[in-house]
């Protein structure tokens, strides 16, 4: 019912923006989103989100009564443009609910089941859930409270009236959100532009092209809550405004709005928003030579959503313990790493950074640079092809500039902010590296699109849909195969097999009070394969949200694994002082003899795997008696 209320509440936003600007409903729907997301945001910093949510209710009736007053004001059916807008509305809102519906089918068995979900992409909306709050509020159990809320806020948005908490509705919010980022897109890119015989297949060829690219850097797109895929659209979704939209309120608005989810999504938004600023910047001084003061009002909106965050981050002190061990941000330490003076595994981390750009991308055939430099070469191509010298006084220069800034930011953050272990392993560069660089071939996509279409050269035509086959030749294809075979089946079954190792804790989430218990999980590392830590995030996320030990305090003790960083090290009494900070339960998932050994005195009962343990004082000392979850009451 909740996902059915939340289309409901787009459309009927969507119509009054519509009617007021006489536009597309495909077109406004994206900025309907926005205006949900930052309802709740505001909502959000008054810790009152599930009051934000009846606000959204309030304004789409609210909307959908000032356009019904317009429609009988202005007569729909007497007035020609409106009825011209009636046909495309009624097209516009069948299109809507057979995405969401297709969307709802994907999505219906969806469980969560990828580690960084369980960190935080779904953890957060199950804190918002539970607590009616913000990450970085104190009554929070986020280990990254600091993470940019905006795609966790619209999520939240379907599932905060729900009596319970579905995981599905999570992935469906995600993929709606991209549906109506892509409507944006194509209807901006389409508009004006009947669907001919002559450019029917231009148009399909361009629609499937683009989410060919979009899975060959990010396979599991729509079926992951990973907001990556999100950054990207909404990049394009700006370009594409700021080159097709004519100059007006309507277009400030939107693209203020677009500037504004982008920064709230992820932290690197403001960066890629940045990017876009100076897209506009050198396209307005250097192309066209004149100024608009639209620019200085962009740059306030980006600013300004920043700063709010970075405000409720200080406000609450929220940052995550990982990032507040791992930051090495000092000016000393910088300039010893530029001297030669740093960590060896610090260059160890910067040759592997670099290496990565000579290795293959899983399915391509060439290494990750060669993938780069076509993406510049291309701005070169449509300049000999069009003799437009936008292409190289504002394209290239842009996308030159940040792909080696992003790069470098990249660099800088493995090296001085996420850690040794992230740092050597070069962890996620492909997801990361690979968001700049999808949307570059995007935006070369898109203007190759628009050269192509309105080139009436059949030779110029062919020949830059050559250089497009032969740049996908180089992209991961094996990825898009990923993410077209399993579409309803073998990504949900995988989730959900994780998912039967953890029905205990599942249990014992639904049975303890979060604002009064706090359980300590035991999960030691030495006890299964190198990815265990698992077993803790998915237990703490489904005892959620009960407060628990922090990472990586759930593994006791020295490992036989070669990279020893998931542990702690215990004696009896520092184990039993850490017991006395306000914990009432300890939770054994997994223990090894080395556990057993040390700690054996303060059970009660025999300590054993996937048992629950109640923390009792008795003179003065604590004690550990196994309980059985069933036994919980509150």
Known sequence: MTCILGILCIIAISLLIALCYRKRLSEVYVIAAGV?????????????????????????????????????????YKNKELNTWKKSMIFDVLLLAAGALMMYMITLNMKVGGGDEFTYWASSVKNMYATGKLGVHPDSWLYFPEYNPGMSLFEFFYVGMSEVFHENYLFFAIDVFILLVSFAIFSMIFKNKTFKNKLYIENTTFVILSVFILLSFLPKTGRILQVDSVLILLVICLLTTYKYLEESSYKTVYMSMLFFVLILVKSSGIALGMYVMLYIILDMFVEHKKYHGQIAWYAVVLFATNYSWSAMIKKYNAVGTQLEANANINLNNIWNYICGKGEAWQYESTIRFFGKFLSHKAGAAFPFLIIVFMTIVFPVIFYFLTHNKKYLRVDLPVIIISLVTYGMYLLFMYIFMWGQITAEDVTSFWRYMGTILCIWEMYVLLETYIVTRESSIAVKRGFIVTLIIAA???????NVEESFVPLWSSLPKTNEQTRSQYLDSEALGEKLDW???????????????????LD??????????????????????????????????????????????????????AIDDYFRE?????????PLDRTLYKVLKKDGKIELHSIEIEEISR
């Open 36 to 76: 949900i997301v930052l309802i709740l945001y505001i909502a959000g910093i008054f810790n009152t989100l599930r009051v934000g949510i009846f606000i959204v209710y309030i304004v789409s009736a609210l909307c959908m009564a000032g356009s019904v007053y317009i429609c009988l004001r202005y007569g729909i």
């Open 515 to 533: 604002k009064k218990d706090k359980v300590y999980i035991v999960s030691q590392y030495s006890v299964r394969t190198a990815a265990a830590y």
């Open 472 to 478: 996908l030749i180089d992209l991961p294809i094996s």
């Open 536 to 589: 803790y995030w998915v237990t703490r996320y489904n005892i959620a949200p009960v407060k628990t030990n922090e990472f990586p305090s759930y593994s006791i003790g020295k490992t036989e694994h070669t990279k020893d960083y998931n542990n702690v090290e215990f004696t009896l009494e520092e184990f039993t002082r850490e017991l006395d900070n306000e914990y009432t339960y300890v939770y054994l998932y």
């Open 598 to 606: 040390r700690f054996d005195l303060l059970f009660v009962d025999e």
